[in-house]
């Protein structure tokens, strides 16, 4: 079984930056794709993107520029950054594990381990 905890969220003003953690636990990471999901109030549950378990990463079009996605299969650790920040920005946002897919894993239902989400607010 493998575990996701999240750490990294907080409040910050637009322009500024975040890097987002998803620690894994109770199997090594580098078995595993890592996707990044938000989920802004009231809306479902977004594609920001993913890593491969080789670090090789993919993007939605909204996160192609200000987002980055990377990987320390050493530290079993995914991480996301997100630069110049917008209010729209704000969400919960949630790292997401799979190992096997058909295709890309573009939706919340293509992972099975999660993370407990992490709350990301931006201020104008």
């Excluded at 479902?44 to 980055?68: M, P």
């Excluded at 381990?113 to 104008?124: I, L």
């Amino acid at each position: 079984q493998l575990q996701l905890v999240q750490s990294g969220g907080g409040l910050v003003q637009a322009g500024g930056s975040l890097k987002l953690s998803c620690v894994a636990a109770g199997r090594t990471l580098r078995s595993y794709a890592m996707g990044w999901f938000r989920q802004a109030p009231g809306k479902g549950r977004d594609f920001v993107g993913l890593s491969w378990s080789g670090g090789e990463t993919i993007y939605s079009d909204s996160a192609k520029g200000r987002f980055t996605i990377s990987r320390d299969n050493a530290e079993n650790t995914g991480y996301l950054q997100i630069n110049v920040l917008k209010p729209e920005d704000t969400a919960v946002y949630y790292c997401a594990a799979g190992s096997s897919f058909r295709g890309t894993p573009l939706l919340p239902g293509d992972y099975v381990y999660w993370g407990q989400g992490t709350q990301v607010t931006v201020s104008s």
